[in-house]
């Protein structure tokens, strides 16, 4: 896959990663740093008891942040490992992953809140995220990682397993005060999953599974 030769930051970055950058800042700014929280509003992934749920946000949600730590984060963790895997599978391929992972964290957040009786109201791209980070895992499990604060490396698939063992402890703790939708992190890396083992089945990529 060829990408421009231009030497600047943004084109360094592969295509779909970049936009994926670029629309999350955009949003970010109209509504955390000129505060036009309207946007999030529309754009926010709302339960199905909540009566405020309309298809098309099981896309918009991913792409809308509201606080900067949030943004940050998440795009940080894109360009991370974002790159590595759109240089591996290619353009298309990485932008099918991505929302299909993106579209599955919302979808399980909406079957949870459905059968918990619990509203709410999802924004980010951690879904996809996770899904990414589950990716990373599955294709370069030996690559070390380093986690903030901790200057020791861990083994990609080792984090991936520990994050899902976290997530999955968390979403079933639901401790008051908590509103990250643990659940819908770990519906991103289920469809991503999913994905890989399905392409795998096809004979697309020379995937790996914690090899």
Same mark, same amino acid.
Not at 42 to 50: M, P, R
Not at 126 to 141: D, E, N, R, Y
């Given at each position: 896959?060829?990408?421009?030769?231009?030497?600047?930051?943004?084109?360094?970055?592969?295509?779909?990663?970049?936009?994926?950058?670029?629309?999350?800042?955009?949003?970010?700014?109209?509504?955390?740093?000129?505060?036009?929280?309207?946007?999030?509003?529309?754009?926010?992934?709302?339960?199905?008891?909540?009566?405020?749920?309309?298809?098309?946000?099981?896309?918009?949600?991913?792409?809308?942040?509201?606080?900067?730590?949030?943004?940050?984060?998440?795009?940080?963790?894109?360009?991370?490992?974002?790159?590595?895997?759109?240089?591996?599978?290619?353009?298309?391929?990485?932008?099918?992953? /991505? $929302? #299909?992972? +993106?579209? %599955?964290?919302?979808?399980?957040? =909406?079957?949870?809140?459905?059968?918990? &009786?619990?509203?709410?109201?999802?924004?980010?791209?951690?879904?996809?995220?996770?899904?990414?980070?589950?990716?990373?895992?599955?294709?370069?499990?030996?690559?070390?990682?380093?986690?903030?604060?901790?200057?020791?490396?861990?083994?990609?698939? /080792? $984090? #991936?397993? +520990?994050? %899902?063992?976290?997530?999955?402890? =968390?979403?079933?703790?639901?401790?008051? &005060?908590?509103?990250?939708?643990?659940?819908?992190?770990?519906?991103?890396?289920?469809?991503?999953?999913?994905?890989?083992?399905?392409?795998?089945?096809?004979?697309?990529?020379?995937?790996?599974?914690?090899?």
């Amino acid at each position: 896959m060829a990408y421009s030769n231009n030497n600047s930051f943004l084109n360094s970055i592969p295509p779909v990663t970049r936009y994926i950058l670029i629309i999350n800042g955009v949003i970010w700014l109209i509504c955390g740093l000129l505060k036009q929280t309207w946007l999030a509003s529309i754009f926010a992934l709302y339960s199905i008891n909540t009566g405020g749920f309309y298809l098309y946000q099981l896309v918009t949600y991913m792409f809308t942040q509201v606080y900067f730590g949030h943004l940050f984060f998440n795009m940080f963790a894109v360009f991370m490992f974002g790159r590595s895997l759109e240089y591996y599978w290619g353009s298309k391929r990485f932008l099918l992953y /991505y $929302m #299909v992972t +993106g579209i %599955g964290a919302g979808l399980i957040q =909406l079957l949870v809140s459905y059968l918990t &009786g619990a509203p709410s109201l999802t924004v980010g791209a951690s879904g996809s995220v996770f899904g990414l980070l589950l990716a990373f895992g599955m294709l370069f499990p030996n690559i070390p990682l380093f986690i903030f604060f901790i200057p020791i490396p861990i083994k990609a698939k /080792y $984090m #991936v397993i +520990g994050y %899902g063992l976290i997530e999955l402890y =968390l979403g079933f703790a639901n401790r008051a &005060g908590d509103n990250v939708a643990h659940f819908a992190h770990l519906g991103g890396m289920l469809f991503g999953i999913f994905m890989i083992l399905y392409w795998r089945k096809k004979g697309i990529g020379n995937d790996n599974w914690f090899f």
